[in-house]
């Protein structure tokens, strides 16, 4: 399953010495800014449509969420500058109030609050009580996406799903 | 990062006034989840490089507000038909509710009577009278029992937390009509749920319909009990009262013992002649056991007690009273009376005297 989708938008871009660049994310209506780099987050749910007689569904901004919803957390980003980003690393915390649903076994996480980030399906779970086994996708705490190199003005998304505790 | 589900059942104090007021305590994840109000926040730091340099890592953060998801149950406690006689009052159903939300809620509470006819929790039959006077009540001394003058009234439960849950009774009267054995009357108790967070009770809840909004939004996600719909914010339960009556069938007979001509020998009832009477009682079978029976009976004019011969519970052998009851008793102002043991269904019991023809 691939979590990259890739769009070409050339944009002209300046470097500049930034803290933090802070975007609204789409659970948010609100403008992005056109920055060397430009990332933002949203959380989507599944909702179901009916239309004609046949039922389909849809990922929309999440709304309504309650507990045992399933969420799409998206990350999109796009390299605003005229050279390539390299090493470009993505990381989210997997929110409290949710657990991983789903995940990849080749995708990067940690299991130990940020301690290691490993491929999940070598993820090893260590309880309260010491005893290890394989890693669940609820025992996800931070997911972590690294790509590489992004062309410039490529834009892409990464995401994973979870479920409202 | 593990997350323990703890199902936790809480004892709560009670408070004065009409309300039941419960007493939460915290856990990390209730029933129905995460709890309303939690701001789920998906945070994203991105580090890179460009060519060679490292940059300074860029951020993003989006936010979503969960909303209110409102689950109850109420259950009844009883394992089978609360067994009532005729006239009895205050008598018990008792039920549990549970809050499984993921907030705190306020609970109305309606007791209703089913329709004659109406399918019964226990059975075997249908609904066919009502009970009067009914009321619901809290456990107010969380005993598991109906307690008259101690467990307060009550019409909504206040402030009951996540997975918090308590006690119930639906109290009532039999009330002073022709009832039979095995007569049936259906009780139903049901909870709605209504906003916490202030006291007194909170306004029913309605779910949100259309866009979310900036307040915790409501979604129904109960089921469906007695009386009501999944998803409508309400659940009911019903339970019976079935009376068991003992019912009594009195029988006077009599029997020439002797007369001073033929002794015993086919006696004759002439003056001097001693007559044996007996009152015969009967209680039907299956039905309740009758206790403290009372036998009055009066001597005719043209006869005479004879004294000590009352016989109190004696049995009765192919509808003829047998010679087997005990002495005891009382004749006062031409009336004989005694007070018989417990007589349970199927059974019959004497009152057995001799009186002597003037």
Same mark, same amino acid.
């Given at each position: 399953?691939?979590?990259?989708?890739?769009?070409?938008?050339a944009?002209?871009?300046?470097?500049a010495?930034?803290?933090?660049?802070?975007?609204?994310?789409?659970a948010?209506?609100? $403008?992005?800014?056109a920055?060397?780099?430009?990332?933002?987050?949203?959380?989507?749910?599944e909702r179901?449509?009916t239309?004609?007689?046949?039922?389909?569904?849809?990922?929309?901004?999440?709304?309504?969420v309650?507990p045992?919803?399933?969420?799409?957390f998206?990350f999109?980003?796009q +390299?605003?500058?005229?050279?390539?980003? +390299?090493?470009?690393?993505?990381?989210s $915390?997997?929110?409290e109030?949710?657990?991983?649903?789903?995940?990849? $076994?080749?995708?990067?996480?940690?299991?130990?609050?940020?301690?290691?980030?490993?491929?999940f399906?070598?993820?090893?779970f260590?309880?309260?009580?010491?005893s290890?086994?394989?890693?669940? $996708?609820?025992?996800?705490?931070?997911?972590?996406?690294i790509? +590489?190199s992004?062309?410039?003005?490529?834009?892409?998304?990464?995401?994973?799903?979870?479920?409202?505790? | 990062m593990?997350?323990?589900?703890?199902?936790?059942?809480r004892?709560l104090?009670?408070?004065?006034?009409?309300?039941?007021?419960?007493?939460a305590?915290? !856990? /990390?994840?209730?029933?129905? *989840?995460?709890?309303?109000?939690?701001?789920?926040?998906?945070?994203?730091?991105?580090?890179?490089?460009?060519?060679?340099?490292?940059?300074?890592?860029?951020?993003?953060?989006?936010?979503?507000?969960?909303?209110?998801?409102?689950?109850?149950? =109420?259950?009844?406690?009883?394992?089978?038909?609360? @067994?009532?006689?005729?006239?009895?009052?205050?008598?018990?159903?008792?039920?549990?509710?549970?809050?499984?939300?993921?907030?705190?809620?306020?609970?109305?509470?309606?007791?209703?009577?089913?329709?004659?006819?109406?399918?019964?929790?226990?059975? /075997?039959?249908t609904?066919?009278f009502? =009970?009067?006077?009914?009321?619901?009540?809290?456990?107010?001394?969380?005993?598991n @029992?109906y307690?008259?003058?101690?467990?307060?009234?009550?019409t909504?439960?206040?402030?009951?937390?996540?997975?918090?849950?308590?006690?119930l009774?639906?109290?009532?009267?039999?009330?002073?009509i022709v009832?039979?054995?095995?007569?049936?009357?259906?009780?139903?108790?049901?909870?709605?749920?209504?906003?916490?967070?202030?006291?007194?009770?909170g306004?029913?809840?309605?779910?949100? !319909?259309?866009?979310? !909004?900036?307040?915790?939004?409501?979604?129904f996600?109960? *089921?469906?009990?007695s009386?009501d719909?999944?998803?409508?914010?309400?659940?009911g &339960?019903?339970?019976?009262?079935?009376?068991?009556r003992?019912?009594? !069938?009195?029988?006077?007979?009599?029997t020439? @013992?002797?007369?001073? =001509?033929n002794?015993?020998?086919? /006696?004759?009832?002439?003056?001097?002649a001693?007559?044996?009477?007996?009152?015969?009682?009967?209680?039907? &079978?299956?039905?309740?056991?009758?206790?403290?029976?009372?036998?009055?009976?009066?001597?005719?004019?043209?006869?005479?007690?004879v004294?000590?011969s009352?016989?109190l519970?004696?049995?009765?052998?192919?509808?003829?009273?047998?010679?087997?009851?005990?002495?005891?008793?009382?004749?006062?102002?031409?009336?004989?009376?005694?007070?018989?043991?417990d007589?349970? /269904?199927g059974?019959a019991?004497?009152?057995?005297?001799?009186?002597?023809v003037?």
């Amino acid at each position: 399953m691939t979590h990259f989708a890739i769009a070409l938008i050339a944009r002209k871009a300046k470097l500049a010495a930034y803290a933090a660049l802070a975007f609204a994310g789409f659970a948010y209506a609100g $403008p992005a800014f056109a920055e060397p780099v430009s990332i933002a987050s949203s959380i989507l749910i599944e909702r179901q449509f009916t239309e004609g007689g046949t039922t389909r569904s849809e990922w929309v901004v999440a709304d309504k969420v309650v507990p045992g919803d399933i969420l799409r957390f998206v990350f999109r980003y796009q +390299n605003h500058e005229d050279t390539a980003l +390299n090493d470009f690393v993505i990381n989210s $915390p997997v929110p409290e109030a949710v657990k991983v649903r789903s995940i990849d $076994p080749e995708q990067i996480v940690s299991v130990d609050n940020a301690k290691s980030f490993v491929r999940f399906d070598q993820a090893i779970f260590s309880d309260a009580d010491g005893s290890t086994k394989a890693a669940l $996708p609820e025992h996800i705490t931070h997911v972590r996406w690294i790509i +590489n190199s992004i062309n410039s003005g490529e834009s892409g998304s990464v995401y994973y799903v979870a479920t409202v505790r | 990062m593990t997350r323990q589900t703890c199902s936790v059942r809480r004892r709560l104090v009670l408070f004065a006034g009409t309300a039941l007021a419960a007493l939460a305590i915290s !856990t /990390p994840a209730y029933a129905e *989840g995460t709890a309303a109000g939690t701001v789920i926040t998906n945070n994203v730091t991105v580090d890179y490089r460009v060519g060679s340099v490292q940059q300074t890592p860029a951020t993003a953060s989006a936010q979503v507000t969960v909303d209110r998801k409102v689950n109850l149950t =109420v259950t009844r406690e009883d394992t089978s038909a609360v @067994i009532v006689s005729p006239l009895q009052q205050r008598v018990a159903t008792t039920f549990r509710l549970v809050n499984l939300s993921n907030d705190t809620l306020d609970f109305v509470l309606a007791a209703t009577q089913l329709a004659t006819g109406s399918a019964t929790a226990f059975g /075997p039959g249908t609904d066919v009278f009502d =009970v009067a006077d009914v009321g619901v009540f809290q456990d107010t001394n969380s005993n598991n @029992i109906y307690d008259e003058g101690v467990d307060t009234p009550v019409t909504f439960v206040d402030e009951l937390a996540a997975d918090g849950e308590l006690i119930l009774f639906v109290v009532a009267n039999v009330p002073d009509i022709v009832l039979a054995t095995g007569d049936i009357a259906t009780v139903r108790l049901t909870a709605t749920a209504a906003g916490g967070g202030a006291a007194g009770q909170g306004t029913v809840l309605t779910e949100t !319909t259309g866009a979310n !909004t900036d307040q915790v939004d409501t979604v129904f996600a109960d *089921g469906s009990g007695s009386g009501d719909a999944d998803n409508d914010g309400m659940f009911g &339960a019903i339970s019976d009262y079935r009376v068991s009556r003992a019912t009594l !069938t009195v029988t006077k007979s009599s029997t020439v @013992i002797s007369d001073p =001509v033929n002794s015993t020998t086919n /006696p004759k009832i002439i003056p001097g002649a001693i007559v044996s009477f007996c009152v015969a009682i009967s209680n039907a &079978a299956g039905g309740a056991t009758a206790s403290g029976l009372t036998v009055n009976a009066q001597i005719d004019s043209d006869m005479d007690f004879v004294p000590d011969s009352i016989r109190l519970n004696g049995s009765v052998s192919s509808g003829s009273c047998n010679d087997d009851g005990t002495a005891g008793g009382s004749f006062n102002a031409g009336v004989v009376s005694g007070t018989l043991g417990d007589l349970g /269904p199927g059974n019959a019991l004497t009152l057995v005297y001799r009186a002597e023809v003037k």
